[in-house]
Nanobody, 124 residues
Framework: QVQLVESGGGLVQAGGSLRLSCQAS????????VGWFRQAPGKEREFVAA????????DYADSVKGRFTISRDNAKNTVYLQMNSLKPEDTSVYSC?????????????????WGQGTQVTVSS
């Protein structure tokens, strides 16, 4: 069993930065791929970024590529999402999810464990 808790969200002006953390409990977290997703009111949940169990592979949605960086520290059971050059359209609830295997996936249906989410609001 893996439990995930996100933190680091908040209100920031356009152009600013935030770092989200996804803290996990459970001994198998370090062997699982992890994804970040976001969902704005009235919209579908969308893929943001993902990282393999070792951190050697990662990928991003086109909308955040070059601005966001995903990383992980398996010794701390934590995955991070560094968000720079934030835009108002990045406003959303951001959630992390752990998958069934060490690989990462783009579809939210491939993930087994989810956190409760953290709100990110970017003002113009």
């Amino acid at each position: 069993q893996v439990q995930l808790v996100e933190s680091g969200g908040g209100l920031v002006q356009a152009g600013g930065s935030l770092r989200l953390s996804c803290q996990a409990s459970g001994s198998t977290f370090s062997s699982r791929g992890v994804g970040w997703f976001r969902q704005a009111p009235g919209k579908e949940r969308e893929f943001v970024a993902a990282i393999s169990w070792s951190g050697s592979s990662r990928d991003y949605a086109d909308s955040v590529k070059g601005r966001f960086t995903i990383s992980r520290d398996n010794a701390k059971n934590t995955v991070y999402l560094q968000m720079n050059s934030l835009k108002p359209e990045d406003t959303s609830v951001y959630s992390c999810a752990a998958g069934r295997t060490g690989a990462y996936y783009y579809s939210d249906s491939a993930y087994l464990y989810w956190g409760q989410g953290t709100q990110v609001t970017v003002s113009s």
